[in-house]
């Protein structure tokens, strides 16, 4: 149906930058929200940042002013910027769409597989 395909992880210095990127395919008809979620060593996922269909933005208090989210919608793709990395960061970033395809006029939940991020103090 429909796949998520993130790149962009790696290992970084504190201080340093990244930009993940999520690229959404198949029968897609219609995209709502995109979001990155992250999960760090023995914590529960928590949202990141999340762009809707209409632009707006929101983020985690703890990656405010530092992350920014964007999407470019001819591209189905969803992109983080993050800067002045901290090791706090360190998790799997997963990217998260709300979607309809051709086959389901329902709005579904997908994942992607998931990127590693880690940074070093």
């Known amino acids: 149906q429909v796949q998520l395909v993130e790149s962009g992880g790696g290992l970084v210095q504190a201080g340093g930058s990244l930009r993940l990127s999520c690229a959404a395919s198949?029968?897609?008809?219609?995209?709502?929200?995109m979001a990155w979620y992250r999960q760090g060593p023995g914590k529960e996922r928590e949202l990141v940042a999340v762009v809707t269909g209409g632009g707006s933005t929101n983020y985690a208090d703890s990656v405010k002013g530092r992350f920014t989210i964007s999407r470019d919608n001819a591209k189905n793709t969803v992109y983080l910027q993050m800067n002045s990395l901290k090791p706090e960061d360190t998790a799997v970033y997963y990217c998260?769409?709300?979607?309809?395809?051709?086959?389901?006029?329902?709005?579904?939940?997908?994942w992607g597989q998931g990127t590693q991020v880690t940074v070093s103090s």
């Open positions: 198949g029968r897609i008809r219609n995209i709502n929200a």
């Open positions: 998260y769409t709300s979607c309809q395809t051709f086959d389901d006029a329902t709005y579904g939940a997908y």
